[in-house]
């Protein structure tokens, strides 16, 4: 009789001292969370080398999409129309190949119709806003500033 007055009153006390611990979203304030990635919409516009310098600053990269399902949540959920904005796509000057800043392959595009024109001067590449083009890519001038998307990865290239 003791013993089980003993464990209740021990079953009390530990419940009522040990609550269980508060969940906190795995993202820096501002992000917001999806599977091992946390993305961010910067609205105050950058050159796309500026851009990707503040999200390295943050712990990031300018955001690699890596397959349709992120394309979908970059476009619906962190662009939401707001912007014609960076992502973290760049052609090479030395062979023209398109890479992500983070170490990516790509894997996945979503070119706009025409795209990318790889006009002479145009190598980095936005996500467009606009109704009819909504979420598709385009290379433009690396030196027009616009917002940006960071992105800050638990998944490691390899
Ligand atoms: C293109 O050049 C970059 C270095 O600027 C290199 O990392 C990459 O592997 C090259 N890609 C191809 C397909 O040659
Ligand atoms: C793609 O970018 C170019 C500027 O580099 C711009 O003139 C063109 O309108 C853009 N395409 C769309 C569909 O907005
Ligand atoms: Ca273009």
Not at 14 to 32: A, E, V
Not at 96 to 104: E, I, L, P, V
């Amino acid at each position: 009789m003791f013993f089980i007055l003993l464990s209740t009153l021990l079953l009390f006390c530990c419940i009522s001292i040990n609550p269980p611990p508060p969940t906190h979203s795995p993202c820096p304030s501002g992000y917001i969370s999806w599977y091992l990635n946390c993305y961010k919409l910067v609205e105050e516009a950058a050159t796309w080398d500026a851009a990707q310098t503040a999200c390295a600053k943050a712990g990031g990269n300018l955001a690699s999409i890596d397959m349709s399902y992120d394309q979908a949540f970059v476009a619906g959920v962190v662009l939401q129309g707001k912007a014609d904005a960076w992502i973290g796509l760049k052609r090479k000057v030395q062979n023209g190949s398109y890479m992500w800043t983070d170490g990516w392959p790509v894997f996945f595009t979503q070119w706009g119709p025409g795209e990318p024109s790889n006009l002479e001067g145009e190598g980095c590449v936005s996500m467009h806003a606009s109704y009819f083009f909504h979420g598709t890519w385009n290379d433009t001038k690396c030196s027009d500033p616009k917002p940006y998307i960071c992105k800050i990865s638990k998944a490691i290239p390899h």
